[in-house]
């Protein structure tokens, strides 16, 4: 039978294909982890919106002086 949960697929690494480690997942190892979160701290991840107004840049510029 192929339905046995043994036979699925083992999930692959994001980052380099590598299949996934249990301490890791989905990453295949830590470094796969680090170079996942340098990608976001750069802002290569990003999700597709409308792009601010001015009105909505002063809000936010506004909410960060005041911390």
């Known amino acids: 039978m192929t339905d046995s949960p043994r036979a699925a697929k083992q999930p692959t690494c994001p980052i380099c294909g ?3 480690a249990q301490a890791t997942r989905p ?5 796969c ?3 996942d979160l340098g990608r976001w ?3 290569a991840y990003r999700i ?3 792009p ?3 009105d909505e ?3 936010s ?3 960060n002086q005041e911390r």
């Open 18 to 20: 590598q299949p996934s």
């Open 27 to 31: 990453f295949c190892s830590r470094r």
């Open 33 to 35: 982890a680090d170079v």
């Open 41 to 43: 701290f750069a802002g």
């Open 48 to 50: 597709p919106g409308q």
């Open 52 to 54: 601010a107004t001015e």
């Open 57 to 59: 840049k002063d809000d």
């Open 61 to 63: 510029t506004e909410i």
